[in-house]
């Protein structure tokens, strides 16, 4: 079959407001715009589809989308590990794993991006990211609900951060950058980004109207220094890399404090079955296991007269009321040939930084035999964070 194809191209340069810079690039790259006109004369059974797969709301499946790389990855997979929900990959190159506990589950590792995109198109229905990255790449979409907002791992902060010397040297918060008579429509405060919505976001919110953002590849800490860019807004933990390169936060420049976050799909979890029962279930463990990270189990045995009296004595110390109260039985021994509570055993619950403080006030109350057990899970009858997502879902 013959047919006519006839291909126009026309580009046409854009006013620039974001521009590339590289370690090599100090000058400005000039973007264009292209687009192609295709005119076949016969009609076309190709299908276009729009961010989803074809099958995405026919699967049966429930997906989870991990992080496929780095630090967030294995912290990732150990607190998994550690809630009895390890993940099976029989292949460390595959994309596709299995959580066994939880059935027809399917574990998709993708990059941390991919996996907001991957949740608003319905290819995902939870995943584990980061807080800012979701916040970065969800743009505030109102499918994406936060299931549980800290996982405790993944901390670190969105921050602006601008030279210590020159004319940055007396400036120590966004109040008095936004004041510099310097920015003017003509020659903005340049601000080198990965964060291409969040940043401009925040600027305007705080009323800094003259600033251009710039994308960096590698270290956006060097571009100040090469003349690339005035400041960075850039994901900051310790600190330490800013300060080695003679840049400083400022009051007022934290965009967002983030952590690794459980993000659910609220269409999924509403029409697809099964949805809301897994994303429970992973819930509960989550919570019961953070909860029970840096607790103690405290075992003691205290002579006493009742298990009232002893109760009495323990509650006199507000580090030893547990976390409803302490738990008392009698311990029964035989003496002269009769069976009798002497003393009685206590069991509370400690936190680790309260750990030697409680064995002395043991102590001091008359407790001995002091014993100590790590705590694994921490059930409630119910966690506050599955009400909350009920009512999200008017449910």
């Known amino acids: 079959m013959n047919l006519s194809l006839q291909l126009h191209l026309q580009c046409t340069p854009l006013h620039i407001l974001v521009k590339s810079a590289t370690a090599t690039a100090t000058a400005t790259t000039r973007s264009w715009s292209c687009y192609a006109s295709l005119s076949i004369p016969q009609p076309s059974n190709i299908n276009v589809l729009n961010g989803s797969s074809p099958l995405s709301s026919e699967r049966k499946e429930i997906r989870l989308g991990l992080p496929s790389k780095g630090r967030m990855s294995n912290d990732t997979l150990e607190l998994l590990k550690n809630c009895q929900l390890s993940v099976k990959q029989v292949n460390p190159r595959q994309y596709v794993a299995e959580i066994p506990q939880l059935s027809n589950l399917e574990v998709w590792f993708q990059r941390p991006k991919d996996i907001v995109r991957k949740l608003l198109s319905g290819d995902l229905d939870l995943g584990i990211v980061g807080l800012d990255?979701?916040?970065?790449?969800?743009?505030?979409?109102?499918?994406?609900?936060?299931?549980?907002?800290?996982?405790?791992?993944?901390?670190?902060?969105?921050?602006?951060?601008?030279?210590?010397?020159?004319?940055?040297?007396?400036?120590?918060?966004?109040?008095?950058?936004?004041?510099?008579?310097?920015?003017?429509?003509?020659?903005p405060l340049r601000v080198a980004t990965g964060f291409n919505y969040l940043g401009p976001k925040f600027m305007r919110e705080n009323g800094l109207t003259h600033v251009t953002f710039s994308t960096a590849d590698g270290a956006l800490e060097a571009a100040p220094a090469m003349g690339i860019a005035d400041a960075i807004l850039d994901l900051v933990s310790s600190g330490t890399t800013l300060r080695e390169n003679n840049l400083k936060e400022?009051?007022?420049?934290?965009?967002?404090?983030?952590?690794?976050?459980?993000?659910?799909?609220?269409?999924?979890?509403?029409?697809?079955?099964?949805?809301?029962?897994?994303?429970?279930?992973?819930?509960?463990?989550?919570?019961?296991?953070?909860?029970?990270?840096?607790?103690?189990?405290?075992?003691?045995?205290?002579?006493?007269?009742?298990?009232?009296?002893?109760?009495?004595?323990?509650?006199?110390?507000?580090?030893?009321?547990?976390?409803?109260?302490?738990?008392?039985?009698?311990?029964?021994?035989?003496?002269?040939?009769?069976?009798?509570?002497?003393?009685?055993?206590?069991?509370?619950?400690?936190?680790?930084?309260?750990?030697?403080?409680?064995?002395?006030?043991?102590?001091?109350?008359?407790?001995?035999?002091?014993?100590?057990?790590?705590?694994?899970?921490?059930?409630?009858?119910?966690?506050?964070?599955?009400?909350?997502?009920?009512?999200?879902?008017?449910?």
Request: glycine fraction near 8%; hydrophobic fraction near 35%.
């Open 133 to 187: 990255t979701l916040s970065e790449y969800g743009q505030g979409n109102e499918d994406l609900i936060i299931v549980h907002e800290a996982l405790e791992y993944g901390d670190c902060r969105l921050s602006l951060a601008i030279p210590q010397y020159g004319i940055f040297e007396n400036i120590n918060s966004l109040e008095e950058l936004s004041k510099m008579p310097q920015w003017t429509e003509d020659k």
């Open 250 to 395: 400022i009051e007022g420049g934290t965009v967002l404090e983030s952590q690794a976050v459980l993000v659910a799909s609220r269409k999924s979890m509403i029409q697809r079955t099964g949805v809301l029962e897994t994303t429970h279930e992973i819930l509960e463990r989550l919570e019961a296991h953070l909860r029970a990270i840096g607790q103690f189990t405290v075992t003691a045995n205290m002579r006493g007269s009742s298990a009232e009296e002893v109760a009495e004595r323990v509650l006199s110390q507000p580090s030893l009321s547990g976390l409803q109260g302490p738990t008392i039985s009698p311990v029964f021994c035989k003496r002269d040939g009769k069976v009798t509570a002497d003393y009685y055993a206590i069991v509370i619950c400690v936190p680790k930084k309260a750990l030697y403080k409680s064995i002395q006030q043991l102590r001091a109350i008359g407790g001995s035999g002091v014993l100590i057990s790590p705590l694994t899970y921490i059930f409630d009858e119910e966690t506050p964070r599955w009400r909350q997502l009920l009512s999200e879902l008017g449910l």
